[in-house]
């Protein structure tokens, strides 16, 4: 009977066909005998049959549901499936071959150095303004207390007992940032690991600020979600 693998690799996709077979292939060749996961969120340009090319297992939908469900439906499929101690690994499809450096985030997961590793990217090349990722700092700061410098980073570690807490994520774009205010709240141990890594950067075109419009608006939405949680029903936080 052949034992079941203790590492998970979720791979977060949309209509990433040009870069997807990199990234599994060096996650295959980085973490060998982890089961690797695509969580697709209704790819248009041949995502999911390279994917399955590659030797991925394939979580989609016929239509989009946004990359906080279709990576919550990964999650729970490998939280019925692996042990507690099983480490799963988050990352985003359009790391290309770049994906191999995200073992140091297993690494201090399995060495207990914390709960949850979040991927810190060395030297990047972001195309903006930084508006996106100062108001997340902002708002995990005063939602929760910590400082981190990467609470938008994709890249993530943890055990399945963790993931277990922290499922489902917020939708859309509120993935990262909810997550790490509820595990914040919930008093989980997190630690920045800087890797070098090579993700699609967006520029400052009209389709790049819509973009960061929707994740503005989709962090929004996750805050508010939390507030309700914390607070009580007459708050009057908006």
């Not at 999911?48 to 990576?71: C, D, F, Q, T, Y």
């Not at 979040?118 to 700092?137: E, I, N, W």
């Not at 709240?185 to 075109?205: W, Y």
């Amino acid at each position: 009977m052949t034992a079941e693998p203790d590492r998970v690799v979720i791979v977060a996709a949309h209509n990433e066909a040009d870069r997807i077979g990199a990234a599994l292939d060096a996650l295959a060749e980085a973490l060998p005998g982890a089961r690797l996961i695509v969580a697709d969120d209704a790819s248009r340009d041949g995502t999911r049959e390279r994917a399955m090319a590659h030797g991925a297992w394939l979580i989609s939908r016929r239509r989009p549901h946004g990359k906080g469900a279709n990576v919550t439906a990964a999650a729970e499929a490998a939280i019925g499936e692996f042990g507690d101690d099983a480490i799963v690994l988050l990352c985003d499809g359009d790391l290309g071959d770049s994906a191999r450096g995200l073992v140091p985030l297993v690494d201090a997961v399995e060495r207990g150095e914390c709960d949850l590793a979040v991927a810190k990217v060395a030297d990047p090349q972001g195309g903006g303004f930084g508006f996106a990722l100062g108001y997340a700092r902002r708002a995990l700061e005063r939602e929760a207390g910590p400082r981190l410098e990467a609470p938008l980073s994709g890249q993530r570690a943890m055990r399945i007992s963790t993931l277990r807490e922290l499922v489902p994520f917020a939708d859309g774009w509120g993935l990262e940032l909810g997550m790490t205010i509820d595990a914040a709240r919930a008093g989980m141990r997190m630690g920045e690991v800087e890797l070098r890594l090579s993700d699609r950067v967006r520029g400052r075109g009209p389709g790049d600020f819509l973009h960061r419009a929707r994740q503005l608006r989709d962090f929004r939405r996750a805050l508010r979600a939390r507030r309700q949680i914390a607070s009580p029903p007459d708050d009057p936080r908006d």
